[in-house]
């Protein structure tokens, strides 16, 4: 839930931690936390009645679902379902294929489905054997209604008990804690770990977003985006790590240097659970997350046999964001099939296809003539030779896949051309004698131009000296006429 004064916070957090320290954990409890915030906000406005509050909730609610999707605008595109979400997006975790998306790139507040970032950039640097130590600062900050398991300063416990905690109970002292044990293992501390969760995210593609927690908790300058959070979501599940942390309904921690009593806590995402009314079949990872200010924000991994796809819902309402999954991902699977590009892409400029089975996703309806295809080359410097790069293909501005391509030699020559490099028959860039020439060619057509205006020029000011001359002569003979006459 959203932070509120600090007052008494740490001996009320201490109160309920050490009566309930190896049993009750406060989780997020998301649509449970939405009714109950309508009352507390009720409570604090005495100028608007309860009635006056609900019904501009229910207004502003059924505005957001009259908001048709960006992507029913696409000609040809089939029409998705209307979401109550104010942001939503449905991507495909391997070609980059974006199928569904309601203002996909605006800002909003994340909550807990941060600690999607906060997992991957653990994994990513540290074992899941390492140890995470609490301190003061991991568990003093927490409000005494903040989702947490209990942990106490000096305790410890290993990197994935952690992980498993920060997941299913979305543990925010626990985030901290990982947070600043990773940081610290990595030279940079807690805040370093956090501009490493930045530069993260810009290295995966995205490009709205802006972290300054590893939790979630609210904070006006923390931010993200439905896009950027597919794109964070399709990374963290190459983890297997993280798949094996998702496929757990439950999970104990057990007895740790200071607790004798086992935490115990379960996984959040309704859509996970069997005999859950929301369960999803295809549904294998996600994360939930609630503030007051973010609403609720859900991120839901799903995989059918054939399509491995991200659904992504902020700005939405208690249990319609898993309605509102549902009714994506049912419209996805349904929708869109794998067209292998080794079999349509006859462009000259790709030589092959890293991946052989490397596809891009289309309606029916749609030809493969009707997409566009851009080579984006590597930026990083790493592909020296321009031998390989990533091939993006669009259908009117919208992805629907990329893949990385071996480019064929008439594009790495072209381009070698146009540089102002060149290579000899062996294949060896030359000493660069050639860039003269390159240059002259460039400046050929601007000293033509100058050329021909200089020339102009010259028979303009000829012609205007002419025609002054001519005027003149005729005024001497109109004066000399008169004078005979006079």
């Not at 439905?226 to 399709?234: E, R």
């Not at 629907?400 to 062996?426: F, H, I, P, W």
Request: with cysteine; aromatic share 10%.
């Amino acid at each position: 839930m959203g932070r509120g004064k600090r007052i008494l916070a740490a001996s009320l957090t201490a109160v309920m931690l050490t009566s309930s320290f190896g049993v009750t954990v406060f989780a997020e409890g998301e649509e449970d936390a939405a009714q109950i915030t309508q009352g507390d906000m009720a409570a604090e406005n005495s100028e608007k009645t309860e009635e006056e509050i609900a019904a501009e909730e229910a207004a502003a609610k059924q505005a957001s679902y009259d908001t048709p999707a960006d992507s029913n605008s696409l000609e040809n595109w089939p029409t998705g379902p209307n979401v109550f979400a104010a942001s939503a997006i449905v991507m495909d975790m391997d070609s980059g294929a974006i199928l569904y998306s309601k203002r996909a790139d605006e800002e909003h507040y994340p909550a807990s489905i941060t600690k999607l970032l906060t997992v991957l950039v653990a994994l990513e640097n540290a074992k899941l054997t390492d140890k995470v130590t609490f301190t003061e600062d991991c568990v003093n900050f927490l409000n005494w209604d903040d989702a947490n398991i209990g942990m106490k300063a000096g305790e410890e416990i290993t990197l994935e008990d952690a992980l498993y905690g920060v997941l299913l109970a979305s543990a925010n002292e626990v985030s901290y804690a990982v947070a600043k044990n990773v940081g610290e293992s990595m030279g940079v501390g807690y805040d370093g770990f956090i501009e490493e969760m930045n530069e993260r995210a810009q290295q995966l593609g995205c490009t709205d977003s802006h972290w300054v927690n590893a939790n979630g908790l609210h904070d006006g300058q923390h931010y993200t985006t439905a896009h950027d959070m597919a794109v964070i979501a399709s990374a963290v599940y190459q983890q297997d790590e993280f798949c094996k942390i998702e496929q757990s309904l439950d999970y104990t921690i057990g007895k740790t240097n200071i607790t004798d009593e086992e935490r115990v806590f379960q996984q959040n995402h309704k859509m996970l659970w069997p005999e859950n009314y929301y369960y999803y079949p295809y549904a294998k990872a996600g994360k939930t997350g609630y503030t007051d200010q973010a609403k609720t924000t859900l991120v839901t991994m799903a995989d059918n046999g054939t399509l491995r796809l991200a659904a992504v819902v902020l700005g939405d309402y208690g249990v319609d964001a898993y309605t509102d999954t549902q009714s994506m991902l049912d419209y996805t699977f349904s929708n869109f099939q794998k067209i292998f590009l080794k079999d349509v892409e006859t462009s000259v400029d790709i030589e092959s296809f890293v991946d052989k089975d490397a596809y891009i996703l289309m309606p029916g309806g749609i030809d493969f003539s009707d997409i566009d295809r851009k080579i984006v080359e590597n930026t990083d410097n790493a592909d020296t030779e321009l031998r390989y790069a990533k091939a993006v293909y669009t259908y009117r501005g919208q992805v629907v896949g990329s893949a990385e391509v071996k480019l064929s030699d008439s594009y790495r020559k072209a381009q070698e051309k146009e540089n102002g490099s060149c290579t000899d028959s062996s294949g060896k860039e030359s000493d660069g004698s050639n860039n003269e020439n390159t240059s002259l060619k460039k400046l050929a057509p601007v000293v033509i131009g100058a050329t021909v205006f200089v020339i102009l020029l010259i028979f303009l000011v000829r012609w205007i000296f002419e025609m002054k001359r001519r005027k003149a002569r005729r005024r001497r003979e109109v004066r000399q006429k008169r004078g005979r006459h006079s």
